[in-house]
């Protein structure tokens, strides 16, 4: 209906009718006029920091590596590679300790032990090294939950 206002004013023809560039340009005025109004996106959801028994439960459910921040600020993955865990201490590790873990048959092993604040570029060669060692046969040291 719109359109037909528009190439009601449009300039004529010799037979009346509009030319086919009046006709385009209503149709692009037109066009412009109904653009979609600016749509508000939501910032990305920050990833979960998991408690220890959740991370070690979904982890072993995902074959997912996960790290596990011992006493110190948890650095989340930002591309879902890998769980992120917090546990205030851990037998036989030293708080202020960030453990890189993979799951293998129904345990967790550590693969590397990064001291805090860790980078997380080393954090991300850690989990893709860890990544490789996920159902493969265990070389680390088993990580104790209790």
């Not at 560039?21 to 979609?36: I, Q, V, Y």
């Not at 109004?37 to 991370?55: H, I, K």
Request: charged content about 25%.
């Amino acid at each position: 209906m719109c359109l037909s206002i528009a190439l009601a004013f449009a300039p004529r023809g010799r037979a009346g009718d509009p030319t086919p560039e009046a006709t385009a340009r209503a149709a692009l005025a037109l066009a412009k006029s109904k653009a979609a109004p600016a749509v508000a996106t939501a910032p990305a959801p920050r990833p979960a920091v998991l408690d220890y028994r959740t991370a070690k439960r979904i982890s072993l459910e995902r074959h997912l590596p996960v790290v596990v921040f011992v006493g110190c600020e948890p650095v989340p993955s930002r591309d879902g590679r890998y769980l992120t865990a917090y546990a205030d201490a851990l037998a036989d590790y030293k708080p202020g300790t960030a453990l890189v873990c993979y799951p293998s048959g129904e345990e967790l092993w550590n693969d590397a032990q990064i001291s805090c604040p860790a980078p997380p570029a080393e954090i991300e060669r850690a989990v893709k090294t860890a990544g490789k060692k996920v159902e493969a046969r265990p070389a680390g040291r088993k990580l104790d939950w209790s």
